[in-house]
T-cell receptor, first 116, second 112 residues
Framework: GAVVSQHPSRVICKSGTSVKIECRSL??????MFWYRQFPKQSLMLMAT?????????EQGVEKDKFLINHASLTLSTLTVTSAHPEDSSFYIC????????????FGPGTRLTVL | QKEVEQNSGPLSVPEGAIASLNCTYS??????FFWYRQYSGKSPELIMS????GDKEDGRFTAQLNKASQYVSLLIRDSQPSDSATYLC????????????FGGGTRLMVKP
């Protein structure tokens, strides 16, 4: 199956700082990447969808100025959590899909963010 | 009505039994269907995909699709304790591109 990596796997930061999370598709070209957030014992929540070279589409209730998404190439997307606060502590997971929709999405291993 | 519905469980089965996980969806035009497995604290892992009515088998897993009833299921034969996880049903709705709509997941517990 397709391989998606995420970095870092875990980050602890102070309130008010910014954190950048990288998502890479290692063996295929990801025309679309998705960013999800998952709180403990809750379902996946889609935050935004990004296509290479264009602006991300954010889900309702997700602040685009707080969660900056860049999808500069077909293998790399980044999520920057700006001015992080304790309530932003969560499990952030990216997924990637290629040009063939029926192959589904392939998830990265996730990044656990803890904001102190 | 949720777009993709799953019983949250937990579904408890003894080791060696068949686990049956069910999912219904509301968009009749949906084309592709996926089952993901998510262990606690980990990200989802794609285990099965199905597009046509009927059964699709892969090892101990069988996905079943009935578009007329808007129903998709996952059977796990010879269940093992290592199968204990949350199983997410995902649907690619018509004209949704690569976006998937996920159910809330069913927690499966396989008891030794």
């Amino acid at each position: 199956g397709a391989v998606v990596s995420q970095h870092p796997s875990r980050v602890i930061c102070k309130s008010g700082t910014s954190v950048k999370i990288e998502c890479r598709s290692l063996d295929f070209q990801a025309t679309t990447m998705f960013w999800y957030r998952q709180f403990p014992k809750q379902s996946l929540m889609l935050m935004a969808t990004s296509n290479e070279g264009s602006k991300a589409t954010y889900e309702q209730g997700v602040e685009k100025d707080k969660f900056l998404i860049n999808h500069a190439s077909l293998t790399l997307s980044t999520l920057t959590v700006t001015s992080a606060h304790p309530e932003d502590s969560s499990f952030y997971i990216c997924s990637a899909s290629g040009s063939v929709e029926r192959l589904g999405q392939f998830f990265g291993p996730g990044t656990r963010l803890t904001v102190l | 009505q949720k777009e993709v519905e799953q019983n949250s469980g937990p579904l408890s089965v003894p080791e060696g039994a068949i686990a049956s996980l069910n999912c219904t969806y509301s968009d009749r035009g949906s084309q592709s269907f996926f089952w993901y497995r998510q262990y606690s604290g980990k990200s989802p892992e794609l285990i099965m995909s199905i597009y046509s009515n009927g059964d699709k088998e892969d090892g101990r897993f069988t996905a079943q699709l009935n578009k007329a009833s808007q129903y998709v299921s996952l059977l796990i034969r010879d269940s093992q304790p290592s199968d204990s996880a949350t199983y997410l049903c995902a649907v690619n709705k018509n004209n949704a591109g690569n976006m998937l709509t996920f159910g809330g997941g069913t927690r499966l517990m396989v008891k030794p």
